[in-house]
């Protein structure tokens, strides 16, 4: 119907609009301009954030009333949880190889855009309508990393010495394939699931809201990793 495809395209238009593929933290990458050491350290903030996302995967999962929904939900916990290969432990081992032993991950201090990606996280899960809050967090943010991630993967061989089969990496080029399959299926369900004038607005406006609090949290990356500084001065590189 051309209703829900005009839906569709606004969800689009509202991750776009600060999608993290346009961060200058990024591009940087993509050129050969970081050290291992700035670049695992977006992996070690993304530890922390893909912690809570898994916890707000898993209140979702407890309080949706739908059982097709539900069952997609524990299917990308299964995935990142898959015992042959923890997500979070591909996480950790790019980490280590750009110079972070565990013990650095786990204890690291959050840096404050982190944090509030993480606390508005869970005020999307508790206070909103599910349908809202899980199109935000599975097209708003989850969705981003397909897009993201091909030149850091292109990166790899050609300025920081890694294979492309290097174990350390996998972590990239595996979310490309799932995020992909998961922000097909966000569309989705935001699509049958919204069905009302009033959850499509509220869904349009928490995407805009999921894709800008990412956007802060990679220039707290920028600020932090290139100039060691954690105010909340916003990047203008273009």
Known sequence: MPATHTFV???????DATHSKNHPYFRKWAQGELTKTQMGFYLVMHYHFVT???????????????EEVKHHILENLAEEEDPRDRHMDMILDFCAACGYTRAEVLGAAILPWTEA??????????QRPWQVALTALII?????????????????????GWSLNDP?????????????????????IAEKYC?????????VAA????????????????????????????????
């Open 9 to 15: 395209e606004q969800l689009r238009q509202a991750r």
């Open 52 to 66: 809570e996302y898994l916890n707000w995967l898993a209140h979702m999962w407890a309080h949706c009333p739908v």
């Open 207 to 238: 995407v805009a809201a999921a894709s800008h609090k990412r956007w802060q949290h990679m220039n707290g990356l920028y600020w932090y990793t290139l100039y060691g500084r954690t105010d909340d001065t916003p990047t203008d590189e273009g």
């Open 117 to 126: 990606l993480t606390d508005w996280g869970w005020r999307v899960v508790t």
């Open 195 to 203: 069905d009302a004038l009033e959850l499509q607005a509220a869904a």
């Open 140 to 160: 708003g943010l989850e969705s981003q990393p397909p897009e993201i991630y091909p030149p850091l993967v292109a990166s790899f061989p050609k300025h920081y």
């Open 168 to 188: 350390a990496v996998r972590f990239f080029a595996g979310h490309v394939e799932a995020d992909t399959v998961h922000g097909a299926r966000g569309f989705k």
